[in-house]
């Protein structure tokens, strides 16, 4: 039986396909048979976790609690890229900060978890909350831009790094409100309890990823600078940030 | 603790004494400032289990207005503001002792002798089932929230 190998389904097929070479890498550096699985959805994969159907998994910051304190996975690496929230308008929408937000409010948003969650809390200063707005969730953050921009939403949310990612031409019918910065919540590589002990040997070769030329353009087609190695007790903070800011 | 410094204090203050949890006393020199929430930001700290702070991270320093080194081995009652009722910690610390989570808003007290209100989460850090230490999550609160929390409090104290 191959391991397992899967990704936080917050990536869109574009960079799906840097995910299969990080695969084809991992074999080799790992020297093992890996199977890499995407999953549609964040429940979809919950389910398969649950099953210890997964092996090594590029997993969003929300799911680590899970992962690291019932499943027994342990943190190998997270990218340089922290995860930050952006929140937007309409550029046309008069309202020029959080505070002016009123109830009611329609929210175009993915299903990525984290991203939700800071979304909402950065929404708090409004009196806002899940009871008095209406989510609006979307297959892609493009597809939150065009929500946005066609009038059927009010607020946006978004990874940061996707917005940034917008062309100009759609960042241009839109407007920032707020950007949260947090800098200490990323996505984090981990290990599954089969192939825990090699943590050490892993972190060792994705930080030593930049090094030479076809690493660092694995690198670039993940959209990454480098890998940062993550010991147990920055895992067990991150989770312990996320478990106090879940309502 | 160290009583507050009057060099340090940014305009006119008053004069306060603070009757701390462990007996002691501090003097404190209060201010009629607001320091604005960070647009964005998390304030972050990190106690032992004694509620000695062990981590905190830039905006907790930005917004104390003390230096990281003066804060790291301080009980929180550094930030502790007279218009906070003691019964509001009293009840943060029965919750976070039986385990379980707190969130409350609590208005600090600046070095300068200024004030910041934020909305704050704490949650005892378990690790192998042994509780560790405590940490703290501030967010901006809203302006409503806040307004209720004056009145709570005054009532309280
Ligand atoms: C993790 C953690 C964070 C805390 N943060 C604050 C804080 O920001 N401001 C504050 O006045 N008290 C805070 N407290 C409560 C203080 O420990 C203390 O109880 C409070 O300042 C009142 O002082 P006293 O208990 O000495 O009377 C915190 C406690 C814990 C466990």
Same mark, same amino acid.
């Given at each position: 039986?191959?391991?397992?190998?899967?990704?936080?389904?917050?990536?869109?097929?574009?960079?799906?396909?840097?995910?299969?070479?990080?695969?084809?890498?991992? *074999?080799?550096?790992?020297?093992?048979?890996?199977?890499?699985?995407?999953?549609?959805?964040?429940?979809?994969?919950?389910?398969?976790?649950?099953?210890?159907?997964?092996?090594?998994?590029?997993?969003?910051?929300?799911?680590?609690?899970?992962?690291?304190?019932?499943?027994?996975?342990?943190?190998?690496?997270?990218?340089?890229?922290?995860?930050?929230?952006?929140?937007?308008?309409?550029?046309?929408?008069?309202?020029?900060?959080?505070?002016?937000?009123?109830?009611?409010?329609?929210?175009?948003?993915?299903?990525?978890?984290?991203?939700?969650?800071?979304?909402?809390?950065?929404?708090?200063?409004?009196?806002?909350?899940?009871?008095?707005?209406?989510?609006?969730? *979307?297959?892609?953050?493009?597809?939150?831009?065009?929500?946005?921009? *066609?009038?059927?939403?009010?607020?946006?949310?978004?990874?940061?790094?996707?917005?940034?990612?917008?062309?100009?031409?759609?960042?241009?019918?839109?407007?920032?409100?707020?950007?949260?910065?947090?800098?200490?919540?990323?996505?984090?590589?981990?290990?599954?309890?089969?192939?825990?002990?090699?943590?050490?040997?892993?972190?060792?070769?994705?930080?030593?990823?930049?090094?030479?030329?076809?690493? *660092?353009?694995?690198?670039?087609?993940?959209?990454?600078?480098?890998?940062?190695?993550?010991?147990?007790?920055?895992?067990?903070?991150?989770?312990?940030?996320?478990?106090?800011?879940?309502? | 603790?160290?009583?507050?410094?009057?060099?340090?204090?940014?305009?006119?203050?008053?004069?306060?004494?603070?009757?701390?949890?462990?007996?002691?006393?501090?003097?404190?020199?209060?201010?009629?400032?607001?320091?604005?929430?960070?647009?964005?930001?998390?304030?972050?700290?990190?106690?032992?289990?004694?509620?000695?702070?062990?981590?905190?991270?830039?905006?907790?320093?930005?917004?104390?207005?003390?230096?990281?080194?003066?804060?790291?081995?301080?009980?929180?009652?550094?930030?502790?503001?007279?218009?906070?009722?003691?019964?509001?910690?009293?009840?943060?610390?029965?919750?976070?002792?039986?385990?379980?989570?707190?969130?409350?808003?609590?208005?600090?007290?600046?070095?300068?002798?200024?004030?910041?209100?934020?909305?704050?989460?704490?949650?005892?850090?378990?690790?192998?089932?042994?509780?560790?230490?405590?940490?703290?999550?501030?967010?901006?609160?809203?302006?409503?929230?806040?307004?209720?929390?004056?009145?709570?409090?005054?009532?309280?104290?």
């Amino acid at each position: 039986m191959p391991y397992q190998f899967t990704v936080s389904p917050d990536f869109g097929p574009d960079q799906l396909a840097g995910w299969h070479i990080f695969n084809t890498w991992l *074999q080799r550096q790992l020297g093992t048979d890996i199977h890499f699985e995407t999953h549609d959805a964040f429940d979809e994969q919950r389910q398969s976790i649950s099953e210890d159907q997964i092996d090594i998994i590029y997993a969003n910051p929300f799911d680590a609690s899970f992962l690291v304190r019932e499943k027994g996975f342990v943190a190998v690496a997270s990218p340089h890229n922290p995860d930050e929230t952006t929140i937007a308008v309409h550029a046309d929408n008069p309202v020029t900060e959080v505070e002016a937000l009123q109830p009611g409010c329609r929210i175009a948003q993915t299903d990525d978890p984290d991203i939700s969650m800071m979304g909402m809390i950065l929404l708090e200063p409004a009196n806002l909350d899940r009871d008095n707005t209406e989510a609006l969730i *979307q297959d892609s953050y493009i597809q939150v831009a065009k929500a946005l921009i *066609q009038e059927k939403a009010d607020v946006g949310f978004f990874l940061t790094e996707a917005y940034e990612r917008l062309s100009n031409l759609v960042k241009s019918q839109l407007k920032p409100l707020v950007n949260s910065d947090i800098q200490v919540v990323s996505h984090t590589l981990l290990l599954g309890p089969a192939l825990a002990e090699r943590k050490d040997e892993l972190a060792g070769k994705l930080q030593a990823m930049s090094d030479d030329v076809q690493g *660092q353009q694995l690198l670039d087609s993940l959209g990454f600078r480098s890998w940062n190695p993550m010991d147990e007790e920055e895992m067990e903070f991150m989770i312990d940030l996320i478990e106090a800011l879940a309502a | 603790m160290q009583d507050m410094n009057p060099s340090d204090i940014q305009g006119e203050y008053r004069e306060t004494t603070l009757d701390l949890y462990n007996g002691t006393q501090r003097k404190v020199l209060v201010t009629d400032m607001e320091t604005p929430y960070p647009e964005g930001k998390l304030i972050v700290s990190r106690t032992d289990t004694e509620g000695r702070i062990t981590h905190c991270n830039r905006s907790f320093v930005d917004m104390s207005g003390y230096e990281e080194a003066e804060i790291i081995g301080q009980p929180h009652a550094l930030l502790r503001h007279p218009d906070m009722p003691a019964a509001a910690f009293e009840d943060l610390w029965n919750t976070v002792k039986a385990g379980r989570k707190w969130h409350g808003y609590v208005k600090n007290l600046r070095k300068d002798g200024g004030y910041y209100w934020v909305y704050a989460t704490v949650i005892p850090n378990v690790r192998n089932g042994q509780v560790v230490g405590y940490t703290s999550v501030r967010r901006k609160p809203s302006r409503q929230k806040v307004e209720e929390a004056i009145q709570t409090y005054a009532s309280m104290s």
